[in-house]
């Protein structure tokens, strides 16, 4: 589930804080950093009981038209073909799933309001309106109507990202990541008929790899960024940012420490954390600096890799 890249970039965030306060307690900092990893999973698991999440809101809708002295048909229905969509019965009635939920310590209970806004900008939309237009949906109707739900009223959506925010300082920043995870896998998890909790990673290279990754930056981190600075001729030390020096430090540390990585693949998520968490012009600061540390110290034989680490070269 966790890909390398939120690696980087969760191992990123916990160094920049350990580096700024200089904190050297490695086991700490695996520790947070695998925390960090369980709360992404959560995140994922809390999305996927959205759908069965806002049938509750439907059917309050349905409760109020019914309390009135002239019910309006038309929104009992309305409410009533959502309510029943099969999807959410799945997820509803995923035994499996929703223990793993309890157990965790996770819904939707205190965050009512996220639920009903994304319930009212559904019901408002295109793809709401053509979900209803059915007689009697079925569950690739679901499906889709999920998928315009996952893919178009929750990223982005502040009232959502703040409410998740205040449940675990790392939702708002994973909500992305866990969207697209389930976007990829929502077709095949209707099939199935039930939703997976997935293992943290995909196997224990990944863990291992984001272990080492932070363990050694903070162990090494004077040497590394002493290398960084000595490359760095034509700028002033003291003016470089301090997140551009970690994450030209972190490459460093990846491609002394991994030599299965090839240098281009760790140059590239490199530049690409620069472009997210640094600076607008960190980038190219930040390709141009890995690029030639990396080419001189391979060149002296300072780091090596095995043939896996030199495809596709620079």
């Known amino acids: 589930m966790i890909s390398r890249t939120l690696i980087r970039t969760k191992a990123f965030k916990e160094l920049y804080s350990r580096i700024t306060t200089e904190d050297t307690n490695v086991e700490a900092s695996e520790r947070e950093l695998m925390l960090s990893f369980q709360k992404t999973r959560q995140l994922y698991c809390l999305m996927w009981m959205l759908p069965s999440a806002l049938v509750p809101v439907a059917e ?11 019910p309006d048909n038309t929104v009992i229905e309305i409410n009533r073909k959502f309510a029943s969509n099969a999807f959410s019965a799945m997820v509803k009635g995923d035994a499996a799933f929703n223990n793993w939920c309890i157990n965790q310590g996770i819904g939707w209970a205190d965050l009512e309001t996220p639920l009903k806004s994304i319930y009212s900008a559904m019901v408002e939309s295109g793809f709401f309106k053509e979900y209803i237009s059915k007689e009697e949906p079925v569950m690739e109707d679901a499906v889709k109507l999920f998928r315009h739900v996952y893919s178009e009223l929750l990223s982005g959506n502040t009232v959502l990202e703040d409410a998740l925010e205040n449940e675990c300082i790392w939702w708002a920043d994973d909500l992305d990541y866990v969207l697209e995870l389930i976007l990829k896998n929502l077709s095949q998890t209707a099939k199935a008929g039930h939703v997976t909790v997935p293992e943290l990673f995909a196997d ?12 050694s930056v903070i162990v090494e981190y004077d040497d590394l960024a002493e290398t960084v600075s000595s490359y760095m ?7 470089v940012v301090h997140s551009d020096m970690l ?22 998520e490199y530049v690409e954390l620069a472009k997210h968490y640094s600076t607008p012009k960190s980038y190219s600061f930040v390709n141009g600096l890995l690029n030639t540390i990396l080419k001189d110290l391979h060149s002296q034989g300072k780091i ?11």
């Open 60 to 70: 309050d809708r349905i409760a109020q038209q019914n309390r009135k002295f002239k």
């Open 204 to 215: 224990k290279a990944d863990e291992a790899f984001a272990r080492k990754l932070v363990g």
């Open 233 to 239: 001729s034509n700028w002033d030390v003291s003016r």
């Open 247 to 268: 994450i030209a430090a972190m490459g460093l540390a990846e491609a002394k420490n991994f030599p299965d990585i090839p240098f281009k693949v760790t140059i590239d």
């Open 304 to 314: 090596t890799k095995n043939p896996a680490g030199m495809v596709g070269g620079f």
